[in-house]
């Protein structure tokens, strides 16, 4: 039983470590459109942008959702 729990504790923690990564890459990406956007008017960029600023938001959450997770399942792991 111990190690099914470390395993969903690994599995939680690669998955949050990817939402983080994929959240900071797509925010970092959506101001960087934007700006652009603001640049170039008339161009579809700035939803374009707002797109991406909201992926990078819903994927940090993501990942704060599995950070919580994997801490209430150590919490959680009885004591040996």
Not at 49 to 78: F, N, W
Request: overall charge positive; some cysteine.
């Amino acid at each position: 039983m111990t190690m099914h729990n470390e395993s969903a504790s690994i599995t939680f923690r690669t998955k949050g470590m990817i939402a983080r990564f994929v959240g900071i890459l797509a925010i970092a990406f959506g101001f960087i459109v934007g700006i652009y956007g603001l640049e170039d008017t008339g161009a579809q960029w700035m939803k374009t942008a707002l797109g991406l600023l909201v992926t990078g938001m819903l994927a940090q959450g993501y990942a704060l959702y599995c950070s919580v997770k994997r801490i209430h399942e150590i919490k959680d792991q009885p004591k040996s």
